[in-house]
Structure formats: structure tokens, C-alpha cells
């Protein structure tokens, strides 16, 4: 360990501030561009790591963190509280720039405008909270984890970038801790979906008093628990009519409005080429296939989770259909199309999907691909060398985090 003055650059894909010493790149978690810190430095390789001890000379850029999370428990669910909301959209601006020109090679001005929609909403945005439940002498905490201890859990009482239903509900979750299964660690996810609350609870062998839980949280619309294997099943739920039930389990989007605007743009950028026919990879419960099937489309929905490709299928018209599978299994059976749209997890598409693309005949007229992280947009864009990029929006959908959702539209190299 070794100590330095540093000055901080820019901001990393991770959220921590970047600066040199010597030849060493040093990753400084909670530090601003233009900060001036003292550090302590621990080196790893080519690059190191920094934790400040003292900040010398503030950056402009930098705001009081409103959270006491943020501060005094080191929380790691947010990177950016302490930036001043046009630093974080700048810095995000930056962080899709470095990523398609280090990662991709790619021409940054390739895409054109790399500027970042700003969310609405910058607080209390998010309709999902999701925390980790470890017994401590016969009491749960459950909470998130500091950025720099990973290994451990504070207890969490407030979340301001989570809707405040969605904290309400976990306050009622964790009143009724003694009904939960015996285990050391649990994982509870509580989202908002419309008027419901949904929870679902990952872990222990046995949950025998669920339906004492179930009755102790009446926020919730219905309880799913996935157990020591297989997926979540459904165990509870407040009497619903059947045609109004979601898939409730599956992936949705946490910042409701700008989730809507990234649909929408990237609807506009798949019915700019008049398809015909679509496939709609990761598609999710269907929203946006149907909204394609009723603008004339013939849609090919593709979805791994089985309840939300059964509820696409139930809404999909005639001419249309939805396939429960992954995605590379089945790509290069539901080709040729003319616009096929990618919007994958995290960890970007599977190598065998860009191979298929890359190499179909006849190609897509497009490709329209939404990623919620641009360093494995760009490695599936690298992959990619018979597609350019026609266009590239970034929106902001987790604000306060170093996260951004991007929509990048493709056509073929010699289109």
C-alpha cells in the first residue's frame, strides 16, 4: 500500500473516479472529476485502487449526497449520489463513448449524438427493491451491501431512488421476519407492477408458515418463492380476476417512464424500415411484440421464461407467434426477418446469436438492440463487422448509478 495525490479525470463504466499516478490507472470509488484527493493506493497488476482519506480540493461537480446510506454505510447500490445530476448524464455520456471506441472499435462518430436523456425522475424512480436477508442472532437484517466490503449487509431503512410503496412494503416484509423459512441468507425482491406489489423470495429448504407470512404483508398482491431448485412458483395470492393475472415473476423494467421512452424510440427505429416481418429476441411478456403484430408485423417472440412466452402467446393475433427458449438455440430457425430486435439481460447476447446475425443471407434490413450495459453492447458489436451503426440513443434509467440504457440501430456495412 502506498500513498498519493491524485487527480481525478473522469469517470469510469463502474462509477469510480479515474486518475493516474505515474503509469498507473487508480480506480477511486465516491471521487468527482476535477477532485483533487489524498489516497491510499494498492496495486493490482496494471492498474490500482485507491480509497480517499482526504479530499484536497473539491470538484464543482460534486453535490451532497442526500442518502445517510450513501455516506454513512457506504452503500453500494448507488455509485453517483455525490454528482451533480448533469455530471452523472456527462459522465455516462462518456462512459458509452470509451466503450464503443475501446471495446467495440468503434467510430465514436459512428453513432452521432451521444448525449443521455435525462429520466424525469431522479429520485424514487425505481418501482423494484432488491435486498439480501442474513440472520444475525435470531433477527434477519435484511439490506444491500457496502461498496468496499461486499461480504456484508447493512440494514437498509430508506431507499430514495425506490418508489416509496415499494419501501413501505419491505417495512411490512420485515415486520413479519419471523414467518420467513429458516435459513442463514435469503434474497427478497419486492416490485411494483401497476396497482399490484408483488414479492418474491429466493431461498431456504422449507417455507411452512407462508401463508402467515402472506397474511402479516398486505401490500402484496401475491407471493412466489423459488426453493432449492427450479424457478419461482407462485404460493399466494389476493383473489384477482384470471385474465388480468401477469406473469408476475418475470423481468421488468424499473424506471416506468423511462422505460416507456425507450420502447418508444425503439419502436420508432424498427417500424422506419416498414417491416414485414420481425423477430423480437428477449422479448419479455410481449408488450412490444403486440404493439408491432398490431401495426401489421408478423412477430416472432422470443422468450426463455416460460410464463411470460405463454402470456405474450395468449395476446399475440393470428400470424404471430411466441417460442419459449434461449435465444441462441433458436435464432437461425425464425430467420429470414427483416427487422430483428435485440434486448438482452446484462450480459449482452450469446456469441452464437452475433454469429448468426453477422452472417445471415439475406441480412436484416436492421438490427435495433437495447442494452442496459454498453460494454457488452459494444462486445456484440465488435463481433459484428457486417453492421454499422445508423443510429445510438442513451436514456437515463438508473439515475444516481453509473448504469444507462442505450438503443443502438444497425443496418448492414454495405447497406
Known amino acids: 500500500m502506498s500513498h498519493a495525490r491524485l487527480h481525478i479525470e473522469s469517470i469510469a463504466a463502474g462509477g469510480d473516479g479515474v486518475a493516474r499516478a505515474g503509469s498507473l490507472v487508480v480506480f477511486v470509488p465516491r471521487t468527482a472529476p476535477g477532485d483533487q484527493v489524498d489516497a491510499e493506493i494498492v496495486t493490482h497488476g ?33 455509485q453517483l449520489q455525490h454528482l451533480r445530476y448533469d455530471a452523472q448524464l456527462t459522465a455516462k455520456q462518456r462512459i458509452v463513448r470509451d466503450a464503443l471506441q475501446r471495446i467495440g472499435r468503434r467510430d465514436a462518430g459512428e453513432a452521432g449524438d451521444l448525449a443521455v436523456a435525462p429520466s424525469p425522475s431522479p429520485w424514487r424512480y425505481r418501482r423494484k427493491l432488491t435486498l439480501a436477508l442474513r440472520r444475525v442472532h435470531g433477527h434477519w437484517i435484511a439490506g444491500l451491501h457496502p461498496y468496499d466490503e461486499p461480504g456484508r449487509v447493512f440494514p437498509l431503512q430508506d431507499c430514495l431512488i425506490t418508489d416509496e410503496l415499494v419501501v413501505h412494503a419491505w417495512h411490512e416484509v420485515i415486520a413479519a421476519q419471523a414467518e420467513l423459512p429458516r435459513a442463514r441468507e435469503l434474497r427478497g425482491a419486492l416490485r411494483r407492477d401497476g396497482a399490484q406489489m408483488v414479492f418474491v423470495l429466493d431461498g431456504g429448504e422449507h417455507w411452512p408458515r407462508s401463508a402467515e407470512f402472506f397474511a402479516r404483508v398486505p401490500s402484496l398482491a401475491s407471493l412466489w418463492w423459488r426453493g432449492p431448485s427450479g424457478p419461482p412458483v407462485r404460493l399466494h395470492e389476493r383473489q384477482e380476476p384470471e385474465a388480468t393475472r401477469l406473469p408476475a415473476a418475470s423481468f421488468a423494467q424499473v424506471n416506468v417512464e423511462v422505460a416507456a421512452a425507450v420502447r418508444a424510440h425503439a419502436l420508432e427505429r424498427v417500424l422506419a424500415h416498414e417491416p414485414r416481418t420481425v423477430v423480437d429476441a428477449y422479448a419479455g411478456r410481449g408488450d412490444t411484440a403486440l404493439t408491432l403484430a398490431e401495426a401489421g408485423c408478423r412477430v416472432t417472440a422470443i422468450e426463455l421464461d416460460e410464463a411470460a412466452a405463454v402470456w405474450s402467446a395468449s395476446r399475440l393475433p393470428e400470424g404471430s407467434r411466441s417460442i419459449p427458449a434461449r435465444v441462441e438455440d433458436v435464432i437461425a430457425t425464425v430467420l429470414p426477418a427483416d427487422v430483428v430486435l435485440l434486448n438482452p439481460p446484462r450480459d449482452g447476447v450469446d456469441a452464437r446469436v452475433t454469429g448468426v446475425l453477422d452472417s445471415a443471407a439475406p441480412a436484416p434490413r436492421a438490427i435495433v438492440y437495447t442494452s442496459c450495459d454498453a460494454a457488452t453492447l459494444s462486445r456484440d458489436l465488435r463481433r459484428m463487422p457486417a453492421w454499422r451503426i445508423a443510429s445510438l440513443r442513451s436514456f437515463d434509467m438508473f439515475p444516481q448509478t453509473a448504469h444507462v440504457e442505450t438503443v443502438c440501430e444497425l443496418i448492414p456495412e454495405h447497406a
Do not use: K
Open 46 to 78: 496494471r492498474f490500482a485502487r485507491g480509497a480517499v482519506r482526504r479530499v484536497v480540493s473539491a470538484s464543482p461537480l460534486r453535490t451532497d449526497p442526500p442518502c445517510e446510506h450513501y455516506t454513512r454505510d457506504r452503500c453500494g447500490g448507488c
